[in-house]
């Protein structure tokens, strides 16, 4: 029997003694609304027990945890024509980088980075009838709470500042990779990460990844080798050129977003997630790391 409520409680006790925080995003002028000192943990276990430490209750911008969401629907609306459009390789680069795209011909390395999720976006407005309205139902019915919602004003602050993603957009169109309007599929893509979301909602809303393809309310959203395929993305690609530093620290699939969120699952047995909005170098939560590292250690329970 592992003492997770422990285990958290002593993840919060030497994480909040930490000095240094990180920093918080400012690309976005709208996501320096926080507190360098929120902390939060919610743990979901598979067989439905729920522990939680801190403010995991404090919705905050999940940012870039939301392509996997996105990934997800394309994935169950589209099937396998999705690869025809980009890869499933590490960037090695940060989430922004365009060098890559343009070397290889506008198909992005994978859907994480920021020019495969804008891919992902445009095939949304393309299959969805009101791609934000849709996207957010999808979200709230996966989760079971219909409270979740995007922040509009983080939404319009991207879409003011958003210069590199406008950049990606056109570099794919040039390529013939954006079938939309740059406009329509960027404003989908800035909501999308403007997406509001408390700790326990994102155990929740990614419980299915653990579940093998189905919901909290045990509902199919996925068959189990397209959750088994997402994992592995997340595992390779989801912390861009620290995605080998987050398995070596922590050994789990996971996706980060510089709101300073991280989820984390191990298949059939639990989901973590975690919110420090303080950010390190490569863009990722700098003490959800260290928690997430101290969770895994803790608790002996990795992938490997
Ligand atoms: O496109 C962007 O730059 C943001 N909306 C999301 C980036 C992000 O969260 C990167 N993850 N750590």
Known sequence: MIEYQNILDSINQSVIKEQNKGTI???IPELTNVDINDFGIHLQLVSGEQFSVGNSHQPFSIQSISKVLSLALAMSQVGTAIWERLDVEPSGNPFNHLS?????????????INSGAIVIADIL??????????????????TGDNSIDYNYKVAQSEKETGFNNYAAANLLKSFNNLHNDVEDVLDFYFHQCALEMTCQQLSKAFFLFANKGNCLANKARLTKSQAKR????????GFYDEAGEFAFEVGLPGKSGVGGGIVALLPNQFVISVWSPGLNERGNSKLGMQALEQFTTLANQSIF
């Open 25 to 27: 995003a400012s690309y």
């Open 100 to 112: 890559l795209l343009e070397l290889e011909e506008g198909i992005p390395r994978n859907p994480f």
């Open 125 to 142: 407005v393309s299959n969805l009838k009101n791609p934000k309205a849709d996207f957010l139902n999808y979200v709230r019915d996966i």
């Open 230 to 237: 997402i994992n592995a993305i997340m595992l390779t690609c």
